[in-house]
């Protein structure tokens, strides 16, 4: 064999050894991505400046959107902040989770935490859970390797916290306070695994009590007016007229947190009650916006932007103002739309919008999927990883159903409905009453067609496949027969 020869066939043997099977085991498995899943509670989209500038700015929270996507129809299955922490853990609707009002969830259910600690990722929550935290074992976090939570809805300041079963007070503000753990968490994981953060603000939650340099700054601040403040719900079912969280008549002293000038009333009272209501919800949304900022500026620092997932989300959307409503729970666009931004350099082009419908139910089957992990069967949601990458995978929905059960606070009576791109059909089943909107001429959902003839064969469509989404997702009203009781605080 002269030298090039031998050269050859060493070459050739190394190309072989190169092709068996055994041989790719030896390469390093592709770096999974970490996940920081941010969640606030009560963060309407409009009050994050990538949404809409009209309120607020929120330079923070927008990086991730001009770094990232933003979806523009993420919607919650129902509006509430329990049932909507449930749905997105377990990646399944209320009647399926058990978790349809404020109950406690059966922690020993499988959830997302627990698929990716399975699957060696270094878990965590910090914050806000609100699915039982004040009930001890029963209700506090499974499938997590550390966990520090505030018991219930827990306060703005000097939190209470429990820590792995322990409860600790803590001193300052409970936005600064959680961001502090948060960073801690990832400084203190293992070296050797990816890690699952659940990042989760309390803020800006009822009764919105900023710190005081947020507070100075929206102190005088002047909101304008919504289009539909002085919607008179004509036409409208009795839900709107009948519940309780109106701006006029049910904001009360404590959300207000001072007494109204003397001599104020009726269109007057309204407003400044409004103004005064907006002064204290964007005052703490500022405080979130500049702890995100010190979050994402510590990734980099840190050089963990390139390889972490990172979403900003809230358990569901908000009325500021219109319809003259403050809270949430009605299938209408504020409350039913979430924020949803999410930086992945690897997969997502800087700057994309995706239009695609998604749901919080989906979010567990999409992290999953990022994470390798193939979407369990009982899962109702479905990964939205293709549209990361901006592709729409055959047979995306373009339909979803929605159900809330809430028998208790504010009187918001019991209603599900199915909402397309186009329609929004709502059934209130304890009135026998029905809505249903055209988005398309009109977005904001003030005038119901449902008895205009010109929709009648929408009306029949929309009822069908309403009834199809319904069966699809297993839902066969046995379950709002028999509602758990509220027990989470
Ligand atoms: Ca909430």
Known sequence: MNKLTRYLTLCLLAALVCLQPGAAQNQPAPKRPNIVFIMSDDHAAHAISAYSGRLNKTPNIDRLAKEGMKFENAFATNSICTPSRAAILTGKYAHLNGVPVFNHIDNSQPMLQKYLQQAGYYTGMIGKWHLGGNRGKEGEPTGFDYWNILPGQGAYFDPMMIEMGERKKLTGYTTDIITDLAIQFIEKRPQDKPFFLMYHHKAPHRNWQPDEKHRKQFENYDPPIPA???????????????????????????????????????????????????????????????????????????????????????????????????????????????????????????????????LNVDFAPTLLDAAGVKTPADMQGRSFLPLLEGRTPPGWR???????????????????????????????????????????????????????????KIVEGLKKELQRLKKEMKDDDQFANELPKDDVG
């Open 398 to 456: 373009t339909a979803m159903y929605y159900r809330y059960y809430h028998p208790g606070h504010h009187n918001v009576a019991a209603h599900y409905g199915i909402r397309t791109d186009r329609y929004k059909l709502i059934y209130f089943n304890k009135l026998d009453q029905w809505e249903l909107y055209d988005l398309r001429k009109d977005p904001r959902e003030m005038r119901n067609v449902y008895s205009d003839p010109a929709y009648a």
């Open 228 to 358: 539909t403040f002085d919607d008179d719900y004509k036409g409208k079912s009795d839900a709107a007229r009948q519940s309780t969280m109106h701006i006029d008549a049910d904001l009360n002293d404590n959300d207000l947190k001072m007494k109204p000038p003397a001599g104020l009333t009726g269109a007057e009272l309204k407003r400044w009650k409004f103004r005064r209501y907006m002064q204290d919800y964007l005052a703490c949304v500022q405080a979130v916006d500049d702890n995100v900022g010190r979050f994402l500026d510590w990734l980099d620092k840190n050089g963990l932007a390139e390889n972490t997932i990172v979403i900003y989300t809230s358990d569901q959307g908000f009325f500021l103002g219109e319809h003259n409503f403050y809270d949430k729970r009605f299938m209408y666009e504020e409350a039913l739309r979430m924020p949803f931004l999410i930086r992945w350099p690897e997969k997502i082009k800087p700057g994309s919008v995706s239009k695609g419908m998604i």
